[in-house]
């Protein structure tokens, strides 16, 4: 029982949370600048009367109270309908759910490829400090760090795909389109990993345990996963899982300038348009996936250090 209290606590915290992230949600479209039905109407291009605009308004229920709109809104979540979308005509659900699987295989891509970079490159980096590969993996971070990710896109597109014709520059159609974006943002996104990871390495080596494993004779490749890797995993699950989360509303750019038909994507897009119901249901699902995975990490702890357990039972 005392091992299902920490999900059951953050069960209901999840539930709190998705309460006020729709609360969110559905504020800021309610303050947002324009109108729904104005742009339903497309009166730029076509004339439409006032009676016209408000006779939609009044199907749409914009004319109806606040907290009368927020209820109907938060009972469709629930059940998840988001409404239709204003630029397709289809329910919102339907155009996320053929957006969101290129957003997910691009972040499950470039996290695993993060996550490859950064025990090679940091494991490198530490088991060689202040030698000649040690700085060759810093100025990695340092000019990774410092590229915009859109800048270092485009650059990858010139090379490969339009002076080399290696690669295709946009689309998802094959796999080798996932190759430039996943390469773009991990660049971008594996420096910090590398060098916390680096530095926990290098810290943890040095630790009583690790000394006192090797002065026993058990081998160094035993120390390493059993204790030295272990005891560093802490620090780098936490910003790892949070960047997952991240990653999956934060591919925006890189989507944009690849042409990949993702949720980031449909979001600028959903959002010139004024298709608010779109951008409501990215909030609450990216907000959602964020907090699960927080959730999944937190847990996780009690995995990589049981002392955590332990001190949260002792604390009860």
Known sequence: ???????????????????????????????????????????????????????????????????????????????????????????????????????????????????????????????????????????????????????????????????????????????????????ALAVAIAPPYIKILRGSLIEASGREFVRAARARGVHEWVIFVKHTLRDSLIPLVTILGVSLGSLLGGTVIVEITFGIPGVGKLAVEALARRDYGVVQAFIIIVGMAVFVINMLVDLSYRILDPAIALKGAERR
């Not at 469709?76 to 397709?88: A, E, I, K, R």
């Not at 997910?104 to 400090?129: D, E, I, Q, Y």
């Open 1 to 183: 029982m005392r091992e299902a209290r920490p999900v059951l606590r953050r069960l209901i915290q999840g539930v709190g949370f998705f309460f006020v992230l729709t609360f969110i949600s559905f504020l800021i479209v309610q303050l947002a600048p324009g109108d729904a039905a104005l742009s339903m109407l497309k009166v730029d291009t076509v004339a439409v009367t006032e009676a016209e605009i408000n006779a939609l308004r009044d199907q749409l229920g914009l004319n109806d109270p606040v907290w009368q709109r927020y209820g109907r809104f938060l009972a469709g979540v629930v059940h998840g309908d988001f409404g239709t979308s204003v630029m397709t005509g289809k329910p919102v659900m339907t155009e996320l759910t053929k957006a969101f699987p290129s957003t997910l295989l691009l972040a499950t891509v470039t996290m695993a490829t993060v996550v490859v970079l950064t025990f090679v490159l940091g494991g490198v980096a530490a088991r060689r400090p202040h030698t000649l590969a040690d700085k060759a993996v810093g100025l990695f971070c340092m000019v990774g760090a410092a590229l915009p990710t859109f800048w270092l896109g485009l650059l990858l597109i010139d090379l490969f795909a339009v002076r080399l014709h290696l690669l295709p520059s946009s689309g998802l159609a094959t796999s080798a389109g996932l190759i430039l974006p996943t390469v």
